[in-house]
């Protein structure tokens, strides 16, 4: 952990120290889940600082496990080329934007579904409207972190990385295209897979536009500082 740049260092202590903050919490019947975590902007647990302390909740340990490896592993290259102050804005911007357009599907999926009943029918109960959309929350660094992989690609497009169960190595750039396609793909799906897939392709969205905004304010075409 000495060796790790100091973002992505205090990142990873940041977001390992709400998840088991949040398993204490629920013994005493607190969840920091709820409470922090991104409600539907329609309902009334919404509050505006919940899309930035939402990406520091995690559902489970498989959930914050992957998250922070991935920043861990890409997060500190991508810190010692931006810099921290950079990679810090980055993350951030990433993960607000994962969570803005989480909320924009919400709403478009309240608006065509569900916007004209007074409550929903979950097979065990119909559970009134005002309390289904405070069900709507959104959890976990997922957004930011695939805005890191973006970075990585656009950055190090030709960088070989082994990706299990594929037995040959596989270009940054190719990586980062498969992972968007099959978001896009699962989102559009009807899974109900529990996973926020247009969020993670909001996180790439909006690092994609900021890296592009970084390079044309370098006026060289180039992220390296």
């Known amino acids: 952990m000495n060796h790790l740049p100091p973002i992505t260092k205090n990142l990873l202590i940041i977001n390992v120290l709400c ?30 600082f919940q899309l930035v302390t939402y990406m520091f909740m995690h559902a489970d340990f498989q959930h914050v496990f992957f998250n922070m490896f991935a920043v861990w592993m890409f997060g500190r290259t991508l810190e010692q080329v931006l810099g921290s102050k950079r990679f810090f804005t980055y993350f951030m911007v990433c993960g607000i934007g994962a969570g803005l357009v989480q909320e924009v599907v919400q709403y478009v999926q309240y608006a065509t579904q569900l916007s004209h009943y007074d409550g929903v029918n979950t097979g065990l109960a119909v559970i009134p409207m005002e309390e289904y959309l405070n069900l709507m929350t959104t959890v976990g660094a997922s957004g930011a972190v695939y805005g890191i992989l973006l970075a990585f690609g656009m950055l190090f497009p030709n960088s070989q990385m082994f990706v299990f169960p594929i037995p040959f190595p596989v270009k940054a750039k190719f990586f980062v295209i498969g992972y968007a396609i099959i978001e896009l793909i699962s989102g559009l799906g009807t899974s109900g897979d529990g996973v926020a897939h ?28």
């Open 198 to 225: 247009f969020a993670h392709l909001g996180g790439m969205i909006f690092g994609f536009f900021l890296i592009v905004y970084w390079r044309k304010k370098k006026n060289n075409g180039q992220l390296y500082y």
């Open 19 to 48: 998840f088991f903050g949040a398993l204490v919490s629920r013994r005493y019947g607190i969840d920091l889940n709820d409470v922090l975590g991104l409600h539907f902007f329609l309902a009334s647990d919404f509050k505006l």
